[in-house]
């Protein structure tokens, strides 16, 4: 039995797919038209599945991909494979098909169907499709080296090597490839094939010989793979990139700290007044980046009664031969332009029921104090997001949130960590209170390393959105300062600003890098702030997209909010520049063996010509 999760309404589509499994035609539409639909093969029997299952699920709905999901655990029978695009398997359990069914899929993508197999899997019938050479059912082995990406499945992505310390040891098949295999990733020590591209007859596979899929952070490459596996493919994005300074500004130390005090001989409030943050702003004009410097008022830990502010106003800085409270001023002075004030909270302590011996009147009381001096020191609108202390909160922190700031309508998360203490967040209304919207943070600090560039490429690949956060006081946190810390924020003591040729250079030269990376990969992102994204995310979310292919034309329909796309084509085709109707071209960029286009949709209707490659 084929489960039909029905994500497009039968209005917006060219032709639907009825129950019955027949395709019906739009009379005024040529019949040759087909609609981009993923069957998605999973088991709910199988452990592995069940891991793999909800993650390639969210990231085809983020994307807004059509699927209709095949449960192996009700049926082990293909239904008229000729509806779909392409078919994703999200199970192992395909050893479970008959020679007959496997059958059915050869030929499918004989015919040029598109094939993405998203874990490491095996059938015999299949071994050629899927281009593998061994004859007999290879063993399992363990990838304890990490991941070495050596081709070009998204950009950006080319070169990265991806040590075993951040994604973990892995399961894989010990598999030798079919010459003519385009291997995408291997091993970290490049020992064995771990993603690869083949062309089987007609139709196009790649093939990821791991588990890695069942982890969140791999979302983004499980919708790129399916799209690789089309000749055309097409996506919708939000189009949005948050930079968030959690903690500024924020009562600063007075003292020459370590590692600035050798590199500038500098206390951290002058550091950050006359070093750091007119850097941070450079980075800011450089990328157009709209910051969310986000307040807490104190870290004195108080949960009770009386609220002072003596933190908030101790630090001194000379300004223009005066004598001004550092807090107060660079309030002022990030509250102008293109950038954004948020909520910490009235101190740094998380907005939980144990953080407060479950006393939620003291909760409100501090907001409360915290809102009325925001309001003294004339700070600006009161705040539209808050950002949680620790990355922590509960149900009954966010009610009292609400309660004494109505202005706040995002609660800025993190997409990893536990749900039940705040963490692992989606995009999307905050799930323990309605009247709050959850965007969570995906990366964060200021070195550019390769696991941080994996998650950035994976973010932007699934929903079109980089999410990332520092702290100002980052470069203090080494493990001389913090010896019982296991995972300092600075683990290799980096100064601020360091030498080019060392790769362990400063901090603010490693995240101009990243951004550089970024902004070479993903020109098309745009910077915002977190107000202005909130329409963004709403209006996404609140609008469903089909696309449907002719031989020469591909046709994009929006059922309220035209919103941003993605296009990939894969087979050497081009867009036909003269012909496309209602959406602006925002980006091109070439890959290995794909053309991809961002574009923004400016109506419900979006028409794209489709060029021949020479030769056709």
């Not at 209170?433 to 969570?440: A, D, T, V």
């Not at 963004?536 to 919103?563: M, Q």
Request: aromatic share 14%.
């Amino acid at each position: 039995m084929i489960v039909v999760r029905v994500l497009l309404l039968a209005f917006v589509l060219a032709w639907s797919v009825l129950p019955g499994g027949e395709a019906r035609a739009d009379s005024s539409r040529d019949a040759a038209t087909r609609a981009q639909r993923v069957l998605l093969v999973y088991d709910s029997t199988d452990v592995l599945s069940q891991k793999l299952y909800p993650q390639i699920v969210k990231a085809l709905d983020y994307a807004k991909i059509a699927h209709d999901d095949m449960d192996m655990g009700r049926t082990v029978r293909f239904s008229n494979l000729s509806r779909y695009s392409a078919i994703a398997v999200a199970t192992e359990s395909i050893w479970r098909f008959s020679g007959r069914e496997a059958l059915k899929v050869k030929e499918y993508v004989a015919d040029g169907g598109g094939l993405a197999v998203l874990v490491r899997a095996w059938h015999p019938v299949l071994r050629e499709v899927f281009g593998i050479y061994n004859r007999r059912e290879p063993d399992y082995i363990s990838v304890s080296s990490g991941i070495h990406f050596v081709g070009d499945l998204a950009p950006g992505l080319k070169g990265l090597t991806v040590e075993a310390q951040h994604i973990g040891e892995f399961s894989a098949l010990d598999v030798l490839t079919l010459d003519g295999v385009e291997v995408l990733a291997t091993s970290g020590d490049d020992q064995y094939p771990i993603l690869w591209r083949h062309k089987f007859g007609q139709g196009r596979v790649i093939y990821w010989n791991n588990d890695l899929m069942a982890s969140k952070e791999f979302r983004g490459f499980a919708v790129q793979s399916v799209m690789d596996a089309h000749r055309e493919a097409v996506m919708t994005v939000v189009n949005v990139g948050l930079f968030h300074i959690d903690d500024f500004p924020a009562p600063p130390s007075t003292r020459k700290i370590e590692p600035v005090a050798s590199e500038y001989d500098l206390s951290v409030v002058d550091f950050y007044y006359k070093v750091w943050f007119p850097d941070m702003m450079y980075l800011a004009r450089k990328y157009g980046l709209h910051y969310l410097w986000i307040i807490p008022f104190n870290y004195n830990g108080r949960i009770e009664p009386p609220w002072d502010f003596n933190e908030w106003v101790h630090a001194k800085i000379e300004v223009n031969g005066q004598e001004v409270p550092f807090c107060i001023y660079m309030g002022h002075q990030v509250a102008q332009g293109d950038h954004e004030l948020a909520l910490h909270g009235y101190d740094h302590q998380s907005l939980r029921l144990d953080w407060w011996k479950g006393n939620t009147d003291n909760m409100v009381a501090a907001l409360e104090a915290a809102k009325q001096r925001w309001q003294e020191d004339d700070l600006g609108p009161l705040p539209f997001s808050y950002v949680a202390p620790n990355n922590l909160y509960d149900a009954a922190g966010l009610a009292a949130l609400h309660q004494a700031f109505p202005s706040i309508k995002v609660v800025g998360g993190m997409s990893s960590g536990s749900f039940e203490e705040g963490g692992n967040r989606e995009f999307g209304p905050e799930p323990w209170n309605e009247n709050l919207y959850s965007i969570p943070r995906w990366t964060d600090g200021y070195f550019d390393e390769p696991y941080v560039r994996m998650l950035v490429v994976s973010e932007l690949n699934m929903l079109g959105v980089w999410t990332h956060f520092v702290h100002p006081d980052d470069i203090f946190n080494t493990k001389a300062n913090y010896p019982f810390e296991t995972d300092p924020r600075n683990p290799y003591n980096a100064p601020w600003r360091g030498d080019p040729s060392d790769p362990n250079d400063g901090m603010f030269d490693q995240l101009d890098r990243l951004l550089s990376w970024s902004r070479e990969n993903y020109p098309w992102l745009r910077w915002m702030t977190t107000r202005d994204s909130y329409k963004e995310f709403v209006n996404y979310f609140d609008t469903e997209a089909s696309y449907t292919f002719g031989d020469d034309e591909l046709t994009v329909r929006f059922s309220k909010h035209p919103t941003y796309l993605l296009v990939r084509l894969n087979d050497g085709r081009k867009l036909d520049l003269r012909r496309v109707t209602n959406a602006q071209i925002i980006s091109i960029q070439s890959g290995e063996g794909y053309t991809q286009y961002v574009l923004k949709g400016m109506d419900k209707e979006v028409r794209l010509g489709l060029e021949s490659p020479a030769g056709w």
